[in-house]
């Protein structure tokens, strides 16, 4: 147990509870002077990005290029501000973390924190925090707790179980190998273990706080609701995933209470999470995000942007600046019952990547995941999947509900294309046992046939 990283944690947690109460104002003054910090280190210290804001480094947020996670990934050792910081040399300690196992939560060389993406968007991503970087981090993912209404502390210990990837450089396994302690005791477990030993470890521990992909939840609740799984958790957390409003209501059917949807990614940590009213807020303390559609440009509040710039304002070692993320999320206004006045992210819709484009009578068409939802999130019993090949569509049902037949999911895939427009597309639809998972675990809704770098 890092017990300085531990302290400076606990001390960020304690300041941020201050800022609850700021006002719109106030939290736009801190955004700008923060700004203004980060782009003055990364200026000092980036190659990369002197480059790439030539010309305008003193030019307005909105008038900066973005960064795509090729761009810095083609350039990190010149995108980082330390100079002895290599990317091979990352990558090296990554691999050997997974190869021959190791504390992920253990500091490479004593100084520095690593994670990598999956690459299921198109290309692996490698990040890197310092001591204090990672302490926000932390305190990021800590937040969600907070607002939550879950209390912690050192009269009340975090007894976490943590339903995801067990994979050693997912930065989940980062995290909680960081946090593990007397605070937060936490029960670690592997999406893809057989469902009678997860049942079984959780059962034992009894967790304060379930944790998990909303894959890994749905089933879950299944087993809560069939009465072999015996938990009482004071909150339940989805992360990493799409939450649809169907699995969230079987969530709260087994449990009590309404799931808190948290959004996050490796690259920024906590994004935004909900209060108590299940009302999420963008944490704007600690970055800037931009909805924007496919040229750039910023959309107006409540419509849904076909991607989001996100700018780190805590990152120096590997700065993120207008950062491009394919997530599809609607931003709202501010104002909540709970008093805080971040602004509200309406709904996250998925990625860019979760868009399949399929044949139509005039050319290729976009169809959104909500055309699968509607016919399939009745019909898997502990989740569905809709793959895309080559010959057409392959949807597999995680278990057969009640009523559904294979020959009725079938029709109601195929009705629900044809309304969207889709013309000549082949429809297979299996029973598995399991969903087909990521690297890291994860069981997408829709997987696409990969798309060109």
């Not at 804001?53 to 501000?81: I, Q």
């Not at 909303?214 to 939450?243: C, F, N, T």
């Amino acid at each position: 147990m890092d017990l300085r990283l531990i302290s400076r944690v606990l001390y960020l947690r304690a300041a941020w509870r201050r800022r609850d109460h700021w006002k719109a104002a106030r939290i736009t003054a801190h955004q700008e002077r923060a700004l203004q910090e980060l782009r003055r280190a990364t200026y000092a210290g980036s190659e990369f990005y002197r480059r790439h804001h030539a010309g305008l480094h003193d030019a307005p947020l909105d008038r900066l290029p973005s960064v795509t996670k090729a761009d810095l990934m083609d350039h990190f050792d010149e995108a980082v501000t330390t100079a002895d910081l290599r990317l091979a040399d990352l990558e090296n300690h990554l691999r050997s973390l997974t190869e021959r196992g190791g504390d992920p939560g253990t500091p490479w060389k004593g100084r520095w924190w690593a994670a990598a993406t999956a690459g299921t968007t198109g290309r692996r991503g490698t990040f890197v925090w310092n001591r204090t970087e990672w302490a926000t981090v932390l305190a990021s993912y800590a937040r969600a707790n907070d607002w939550a209404g879950i209390p912690a502390g050192l009269t009340k210990p975090l007894k976490m179980a943590l339903v995801s990837s067990r994979v050693p450089t997912h930065q989940s396994a980062v995290v909680g190998a960081s946090l593990r302690s007397r605070l937060v005791p936490a029960l670690r477990l592997d999406v893809t273990a057989p469902m009678d030993e997860t049942v079984a470890a959780l059962n034992r521990f009894q967790p304060r706080i379930l944790v998990g992909y909303a894959s890994a939840l749905k089933p879950l609740a299944a087993e809560q609701r069939a009465g072999r799984l015996h938990i009482s958790p004071q909150g339940v957390m989805s992360a990493s995933e799409v939450l649809s409003p169907h699995t969230a209501a079987e969530l709260q059917a087994a449990w009590g209470s309404a799931p808190f949807d948290v959004y996050a990614a490796t690259e920024t940590a906590g994004i935004a999470s909900p209060c108590t009213y299940r009302n999420r807020h963008v944490y704007e303390d600690l970055l800037i995000i931009e909805a924007v559609d496919q040229a750039g440009n910023p959309v107006p509040p409540g419509t849904t942007g076909a991607k989001l710039l996100v700018t780190v304002l805590f990152s120096r070692t590997l700065p993120l600046i207008r950062y491009e993320m394919s997530d599809t999320v609607r931003l709202g206004g501010r104002g909540c019952p709970c008093g805080r006045s971040f602004t509200l992210l309406e709904d996250i819709e998925g990625r860019l990547e979760d868009v399949l484009r399929l044949p139509g009578k005039a050319g290729n068409v976009n169809v959104h995941p909500i055309v699968f939802h509607h016919a399939l999130d009745e019909a898997g019993s502990a989740g569905w999947q809709v793959i895309q090949e080559p010959s057409g569509l392959r949807v597999l049902l995680a278990g057969l509900a009640p009523g559904a037949s294979i020959e009725g999911v079938r029709a109601a895939v195929v009705s629900g294309l044809t309304v969207a427009g889709v013309v000549e597309t082949r429809v297979d639809v299996h029973v598995v046992e399991h969903l087909e998972r990521t690297a890291l675990g994860k069981a997408p809704f829709v997987r696409g046939l990969p798309r060109p770098l």
